[in-house]
């Protein structure tokens, strides 16, 4: 099993900036991937950024020139840096972690809230 605690939602003005963190814990050898997803009101879960166990990242087109994934591998923690941020990017984050183990098993945080004012 795999535990992973997001923290570093809040409320900011439009054209500010968060950073959220998750902190994973447990079995993390066969972990391949973290990343984030979110869900903004009214819409259904989108795919935000991921990062490799070999460092590549990938963003999708919300977070591209805005937000940075980056890892510290000794803390077994992820970060999105998010910049720039509109009231579009407001809604529920989600923290993942992919393990391969028999198949490929998603672990989920609990989400934290952004909320980004115009």
């Known amino acids: 099993q795999v535990q992973l605690v997001e923290s570093g939602g809040g409320l900011v003005q439009a054209g500010g900036s968060l950073r959220l963190s998750c902190a994973a814990s447990?079995?993390?050898?066969?972990?391949?991937?973290m990343g984030w997803y979110r869900q903004c009101p009214g819409k259904g879960r989108e795919s935000v950024a991921s990062?490799?166990?070999?460092?590549?990242?990938n963003y999708e087109d919300p977070a591209k020139g805005r937000f940075i994934i980056s890892r510290d591998n000794a803390k077994n923690t992820v970060y999105l840096q998010m910049n720039s941020l509109g009231p579009e990017d407001t809604g529920v984050y989600y923290c993942?972690?992919?393990?391969?183990?028999?198949?490929?098993?998603?672990?989920w945080g609990q989400g934290t809230q952004v909320t980004v004012s115009s």
């Open positions: 993942y972690a992919r393990e391969m183990e028999f198949g490929i098993n998603t672990y």
């Open positions: 447990g079995r993390l050898l066969n972990i391949i991937d």
């Open positions: 990062i490799s166990r070999d460092d590549t990242s």
